[in-house]
T-cell receptor, first 115, second 114 residues
Framework: AQTVTQSQPEMSVQEAETVTLSCTYD???????LFWYKQPPSRQMILVIR??????QNATENRFSVNFQKAAKSFSLKISDSQLGDAAMYFC????????????FGEGTQLTVNP | DGGITQSPKYLFRKEGQNVTLSCEQN?????MYWYRQDPGQGLRLIYY???????QKGDIAEGYSVSREKKESFPLTVTSAQKNPTAFYLC?????????????FGSGTQLSVL
């Protein structure tokens, strides 16, 4: 079974600084998709960014980018120019080709942004 | 506006009682999901449905039941067999059939035991 691990329960960053959230996963599949979701205090889950495993280029969405290391099974999220609105719980998620539409989530990282 | 509506926002269950959480979507999505979130933990899949009149168990289906009689609706019943039902429940939907598709989430229901 696939597993997703986020080893940092909590992280903090100063406003305007950069922070990196870690995620590792375990799979025997060669083709899969990885996602980062954000859950602000409202508890509404929002997709931040996604990456196809067959693509070597790291995905980027404005201030959010990933560092995808397929061999190391690592998928970290970098947030540049952190803003107060970035404060949230961040979840890494995995979907494999044989998973159908099922997503497997990590435990989450609580990000605090200090003014 | 299109989206997913979950109700109620807060729900209380008495011992031995079944309760039903509502989830409605007007996004014309084929696939729908129920996740459970416990404090300090990630989301765990309870049930999912990829098409009307069909659904599959997720990782923690025991003590729960679902139905999918209409495309727009995917209610979750928490039965008395679920001994630890206190959690935050999230419903989601997706277009269906695409591996890179994103999930659209509702705003959740917090279930507590009296």
């Amino acid at each position: 079974a696939q597993t997703v691990t986020q080893s940092q329960p909590e992280m903090s960053v100063q406003e305007a600084e950069t922070v990196t959230l870690s995620c590792t996963y375990d799979t025997s599949e060669s083709d899969y998709y990885l996602f980062w979701y954000k859950q602000p205090p409202s508890r509404q889950m929002i997709l931040v960014i996604r990456q196809e495993a067959y693509k070597q280029q790291n995905a980027t969405e404005n201030r959010f980018s990933v560092n995808f290391q397929k061999a190391a099974k690592s998928f970290s999220l970098k947030i540049s120019d952190s803003q107060l609105g970035d404060a949230a719980m961040y979840f890494c998620a995995y979907r494999g080709e044989t998973s159908g539409s099922r997503l497997t989530f990590g435990e989450g990282t609580q990000l605090t942004v200090n003014p | 506006d299109g989206g997913i509506t979950q109700s109620p926002k807060y729900l209380f269950r008495k011992e031995g009682q079944n309760v039903t959480l509502s989830c409605e979507q007007n996004l014309n999505h084929d696939a729908m999901y129920w996740y459970r979130q416990d404090p300090g933990q990630g989301l765990r899949l309870i049930y999912y449905s990829q098409i009307v009149n069909d659904f599959q168990k997720g990782d923690i289906a025991e003590g729960y039941s679902v139905s999918r009689e209409k495309k727009e609706s995917f209610p979750l019943t928490v039965t008395s067999a679920q001994k630890n039902p206190t959690a935050f429940y999230l419903c989601a939907s997706s277009i269906g059939g695409q591996s890179n598709e994103k999930l659209f989430f509702g705003s959740g229901t917090q279930l507590s035991v009296l």
